[in-house]
């Protein structure tokens, strides 16, 4: 059952551990298909997943197929789910990302690559891991974002494609250490709402160059 898709899994999960972006069994991965969602299982190394250890849960919860049990963030995967469009999900630990959520409320966009993910990345209220209340939370934060920061936790993205939800995860980061770096040598310059509306006419308005 969904085996491209637990194959893709794996490999995600190795790229997260290779870029830095999770350490030891923290973070997790999953990727919906229809009413099946297969997640990462709880307690193992992402550097170390085969295919048949991603359990597959349903959009409910109840566990489809699968012997390892499902991450204990399944809660805030399927929430999302049911109130985006997404059909992959990203978690993770990554160094900037845990560093913005434990200083900030927000990530203010002061690079206009913030709008891939939605302008200001908004930082979820502190919740107990795997509990009811942070998924809320992490819900009520992505509303209309490709990605948020969670307090004190980390960083979750989503996407229509494994693939899109990683490079989501990627871009989440850089714009963190960039945030974090500027504020090493002074005050970051943070894009105003007319400066980003800006952007989005001229990716819209774009020229192409003449042939000769």
């Known amino acids: 059952m969904l085996t491209e898709l637990r194959e893709q899994m794996c490999a995600y999960g190795r790229q997260a551990v290779g870029q830095g972006l999770v350490i030891g069994s ?6 919906r298909e229809g009413d099946l969602v297969t997640v990462t299982p709880s307690g193992v190394p992402l550097d170390r997943l085969t295919p048949e250890m991603c359990p597959i849960v349903d ?5 489809v197929d699968g012997d390892l049990q499902p991450s204990s963030e399944t ?4 929430a999302i789910y049911a109130a985006t469009q997404a059909r992959a999900i990203v978690h993770t630990h990554s160094v900037f990302g845990t560093v ?6 927000e990530l203010p966009p002061v690079h206009y690559n913030a709008l891939l993910l ?19 939370n992490v819900r009520a934060a992505m509303a209309g974002k490709q990605a948020a920061l969670l307090a004190n936790h980390g960083g979750v993205t989503i996407g229509a494609t494994l693939e899109q939800a990683f490079e989501a995860t990627r871009l989440l980061e850089w714009l963190c250490e960039v945030y974090v770096r500027g504020l090493a040598i002074g005050k970051p310059v943070v894009l105003d709402e007319e400066q980003l509306a800006a952007v989005v006419e001229r990716a819209a308005t774009r020229q192409e160059f003449p042939r000769r």
Not at 26 to 31: D, E, I, K, V, Y
Not at 75 to 78: F, G, K
């Open 26 to 31: 923290s973070g997790n991965l999953s990727a």
């Open 118 to 136: 939605g302008g200001v990345i908004k930082v979820a209220e502190y919740a107990t891991y795997g509990t009811p209340e942070l998924a809320a």
């Open 75 to 78: 809660p805030m995967h399927l």
């Open 100 to 105: 913005v959520a434990t200083t900030m409320t």
């Open 59 to 63: 959009v409910d919860g109840y566990l």
